[in-house]
């Protein structure tokens, strides 16, 4: 989604899902859809997007699975979700100190 600001949208109880992205900033008319995908089958929500653009994906039995955009194949993770609570966050390491607490 190179960076882009994206919406991820669909209807309850559906597995099809519209993505969009923002293309003018501030510019509501200026989403762009991208892709309609699927239907995939067991698919909830999303709950994050990963560095090469792959969403990850809560399916019914609460495991998460990464969508591959280019493929459209699901590859589990290995992990599983809790039912209403799933969210993924980038983590980054700093080589820098940030300061700290003093012993």
Known sequence: LNE???LISNCLKATT???SILAELGVKESWIKLFIVGPIPSIEYPIGVGKKGDICFKQENNEL???DLSTLVTTKIGVK???YG???GIYKENLLSTGGFNS
Do not use: D, K, R, T
Request: net charge neutral; proline share 0%.
């Open 4 to 6: 882009s600001i994206a």
């Open 81 to 83: 979700g809790v039912i």
């Open 17 to 19: 899902f519209h993505i």
């Open 86 to 88: 799933c969210q993924i």
């Open 65 to 67: 699975v990464w969508l």
